[in-house]
């Protein structure tokens, strides 16, 4: 069974800073979807970002990029220029290529960001 | 317009109640789902449907069952509301071709069993 851990439950950053979730999961497959949710205190997941794991380059969508080290099964989302409207819980998910497939989601982790 | 819809957005009941939670999409996309997130914001999957047919059923009591009248539509049904149930519920929707792999989530139901 695929798992997903985000093994930080909280981090803080100031605001305009850069500060990195890290996120490590574990499947035998080889085709398969990363993604970073955020879930603010108005409780809609929100996708930050996506990642396929046959695409070598690192997504990035806008102040929001990620670190996708596949043989390492590791994938970390860098926030650049910290605002306070990203403090969220953030969440780590994978999905396997296929139709109709669920996703399995990390732990999550809060993020405050300080002003 | 609201892409995935869920009613109601709170719902306090007792224990022992049977209780619906709807959900509408307007995306037309093929597969919807249930998520569950516990009080440690756990989110786990219940069910999936994909065009009308059951096709992901975690262990779930078999007092939570869901139903799809046509593929915009997923409702969960739960008989006999029992403490450990209080959660927030989201409904989720994608296109099961796997072409567009980004799930659509409704604004989540948070049920709160006394």
């Known amino acids: 069974a695929q798992t997903v851990t985000q093994s930080q439950p909280e981090m803080s950053v100031q605001e305009a800073e850069t500060v990195t979730l890290s996120c490590t999961y574990d499947?035998?497959?080889?085709?398969?979807?990363l993604f970073w949710y955020k879930q603010p205190p108005s409780r809609q997941m929100i996708l930050v970002i996506r990642?396929?794991?046959?695409?070598?380059q690192n997504a990035t969508e806008n102040r929001f990029s990620v670190n996708f080290q596949k043989a390492a099964k590791s994938f970390s989302l860098k926030i650049s220029d910290s605002q306070l409207g990203d403090a969220a819980m953030y969440f780590c998910?994978?999905?396997?290529?296929?139709?109709?497939?669920?996703?399995?989601f990390g732990k999550g982790m809060k993020l405050t960001v300080n002003p | 317009d609201t892409a995935v819809s869920q009613t109601p957005k709170y719902l306090v009941t007792q224990m022992g109640n049977d209780k619906s939670i709807k959900c509408e999409q307007n995306?037309?996309?093929?597969?919807m789902y249930w998520y569950k997130q516990d009080s440690k914001k756990f989110l786990k999957i219940m069910f999936s449907?994909?065009?009308?047919?059951?096709?992901i059923n975690e262990t779930v009591p078999n007092r939570f069952s869901p139903k799809s009248p046509d593929k915009a539509h997923l409702n969960l049904h739960i008989n006999s509301l029992e403490l450990g149930d209080s959660a927030v519920y989201f409904c989720?929707?994608?296109?099961?071709?796997?072409?567009?792999?980004?799930?659509?989530f409704g604004q989540g139901t948070r049920l709160t069993v006394v």
């Open positions: 989720a929707s994608s296109q099961g071709n796997g072409l567009n792999t980004e799930a659509f």
């Open positions: 499947t035998s497959e080889s085709d398969y979807y």
């Open positions: 990642q396929e794991a046959y695409k070598q």
């Open positions: 998910a994978y999905r396997r290529r296929g139709g109709s497939e669920k996703l399995v």
């Open positions: 995306l037309g996309h093929d597969t």
């Open positions: 449907y994909n065009n009308k047919e059951l096709i």
